[in-house]
């Protein structure tokens, strides 16, 4: 993986946009619908630099629908999260962020472990209220069905909680619908059952996650509309 500076300034900046760059066609999963995977991130500052991460050819790829930007470190500030597979390994979730003056990859969780197997983004925020920031997504959501949690805390990324029967993406969507909501005291993850029967918001306490159901699963916009407080 290479990082390339662009365009120079100097001085503490935030980021400020995130696009894929770079197709290619050497990873065959096809998960998201078509053949094209990327090799490059391009990240943009509230500065004017330009950073762009090169991953190596005929490597790693994101495997994603866009870069999302979400406070992972609790700052106030963005880093940029993508999911970023190595075709032997699988998909991870990996953060990038600004570093000392650069563009980092400062967390990520372990590869899945195997070839084409994929993991789907959900959200990101202070789920239990502890002050740390919590990221969420559904680990293999055409199979295992598993929504982890991880936390970025103390310098650490690391697992917290998990639940099965949940999933928020089929085979060949190039969305992914769902994500986190704030409608009372807490933040709630919006994601589908496992068999795709009804809308769950699942609450995390610091130590597990608990589920209810909102109601019947019809389309995809049916997880996005849930998104919105009653």
């Given at each position: 993986?290479?990082?390339?500076?662009?365009?120079?300034?100097?001085?503490?900046?935030?980021?400020?946009?995130?696009?894929?760059?770079g197709p290619v066609t050497h990873y065959d999963h096809g998960i998201l619908g078509?053949?094209?995977?990327?090799?490059?991130?391009?990240?943009?500052?509230?500065?004017?630099?330009?950073?762009?991460?090169?991953?190596?050819?005929?490597?790693?790829?994101?495997?994603?629908?866009?870069?999302?930007?979400?406070?992972?470190?609790?700052?106030?500030?963005?880093?940029?999260?993508?999911v970023e597979t190595d075709p032997p390994r699988g998909a991870q979730l990996a953060i990038y962020?600004?570093?000392?003056?650069?563009?980092?990859?400062?967390?990520?969780?372990?590869?899945?472990?195997?070839?084409?197997?994929?993991?789907?983004?959900?959200?990101?925020?202070?789920?239990?209220?502890?002050?740390?920031?919590?990221?969420?997504?559904?680990?293999?959501?055409?199979?295992?069905?598993?929504?982890?949690?991880?936390?970025f805390g103390g310098g650490t990324f690391r697992e917290v909680a998990s639940l099965e029967g949940a999933t928020n993406h089929r085979i060949g969507w190039d969305f992914i619908p769902g994500g986190v909501r704030t409608c009372g005291a807490a933040p709630e993850i919006i994601v589908a059952s496992g068999d795709w029967t009804r809308l769950l918001a699942l609450r995390f306490d610091g130590r597990n996650l608990s589920s209810r159901t909102l109601g019947p699963y019809r389309d995809p916009s049916s997880l996005d509309a849930a998104l919105t407080c009653p």
């Amino acid at each position: 993986m290479t990082l390339a500076l662009c365009a120079g300034a100097a001085g503490a900046e935030e980021i400020e946009s995130a696009r894929y760059d770079g197709p290619v066609t050497h990873y065959d999963h096809g998960i998201l619908g078509d053949a094209v995977e990327y090799s490059e991130l391009v990240v943009k500052t509230d500065r004017g630099r330009a950073f762009r991460v090169r991953l190596p050819e005929g490597g790693r790829v994101f495997e994603d629908t866009m870069p999302r930007l979400w406070d992972v470190t609790g700052d106030g500030a963005p880093e940029v999260v993508v999911v970023e597979t190595d075709p032997p390994r699988g998909a991870q979730l990996a953060i990038y962020g600004m570093t000392g003056g650069r563009l980092a990859k400062i967390a990520a969780t372990p590869h899945i472990g195997a070839t084409h197997r994929w993991l789907a983004p959900v959200g990101a925020a202070d789920l239990d209220g502890d002050g740390t920031i919590e990221v969420a997504f559904v680990d293999r959501p055409h199979l295992a069905k598993v929504l982890r949690v991880w936390r970025f805390g103390g310098g650490t990324f690391r697992e917290v909680a998990s639940l099965e029967g949940a999933t928020n993406h089929r085979i060949g969507w190039d969305f992914i619908p769902g994500g986190v909501r704030t409608c009372g005291a807490a933040p709630e993850i919006i994601v589908a059952s496992g068999d795709w029967t009804r809308l769950l918001a699942l609450r995390f306490d610091g130590r597990n996650l608990s589920s209810r159901t909102l109601g019947p699963y019809r389309d995809p916009s049916s997880l996005d509309a849930a998104l919105t407080c009653p």
